[in-house]
């Protein structure tokens, strides 16, 4: 699971695992990847008890990380709640010495039953996806990190086979790529989701 030498580590949320289609696709197509370290959150803690040295040792051996997980009443799962109140100390990821996570990439990668049109001003949710992840937007900016657009596959119930396979290239490619050009940088003024960035890239262009 841990690589020394891995440049992305995925922080990997999932209560209910064995009824997943959409995260459990998402997680196949990324884990075996080399330079990526996949941590399953609720395999390693089940009961909650977190090992926060061992986890702040895998923040300082990756240059990203992503939090990847459904999205559970507009936030997250619990666990990554317990984590981050946990792991992302005063004196290591911020307040005096806190310099640990400086220049890291935070992205999140989520998957939500609403469709995209339910999740803007006029739609049953009423706001965005970026406006309901602006706590972790936020804890990224007090960590000194740069915060990118998340990735986001809508519409879980419904989606297709051919659509699911497709957003799990996808992710697929935008993993490689953080692994690959750790410096990439993405406005997160101009795009709403990191999928649209993506789509613009030019396929393994640097
Ligand atoms: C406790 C719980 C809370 C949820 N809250 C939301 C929510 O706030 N917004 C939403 O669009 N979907 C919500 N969902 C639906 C999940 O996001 C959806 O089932 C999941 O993203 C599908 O991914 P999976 O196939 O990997 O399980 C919720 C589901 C559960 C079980």
Redesign the pocket.
């Known amino acids: 699971m841990s690589n020394s030498s891995a440049s992305v580590l995925i922080l990997f949320a ?4 064995e ?6 696709a ?1 997680m196949e197509a990324v884990r075996d990847l080399d330079g990526v370290t996949f941590h399953d959150l609720y395999q390693q803690y089940p009961d909650f008890h977190i090992d926060v040295d061992r986890e702040q040792s895998l923040l300082r051996q990756h240059r990203s990380v992503v939090f990847q997980h ?6 997250c ?1 619990a666990l990554v709640k317990e984590w981050v109140d946990l792991v992302l100390e005063y004196g290591f990821a911020y307040g005096e010495g806190g310099d640990v996570l400086d220049g890291k990439h935070w992205l999140s990668a ?5 469709t995209l049109r ?2 803007c001003e006029k739609g049953s ?1 009423q706001y965005t996806i970026r406006e309901f992840l602006r706590p972790f937007e936020q804890s990224a900016l007090l960590c000194n990190m740069r915060w990118l657009p998340p990735y986001v ?2 519409n ?2 419904q989606i297709s086979d051919p659509e699911l396979d497709r957003a799990a290239e996808n992710y697929r490619r935008l993993i490689e790529r953080l692994r690959d050009r750790p410096d990439v940088s993405v406005p997160a003024g101009q795009h709403s989701y990191i999928n649209k960035w993506l789509e613009q890239e030019p396929a393994g262009g640097n």
């Open positions: 999932h209560p209910a695992l009824k997943s289609r959409v995260n459990r998402l459904p999205l559970y009443w507009y936030s799962p989520i998957s939500t039953a609403g339910a999740y949710n596959v809508h879980s119930q």
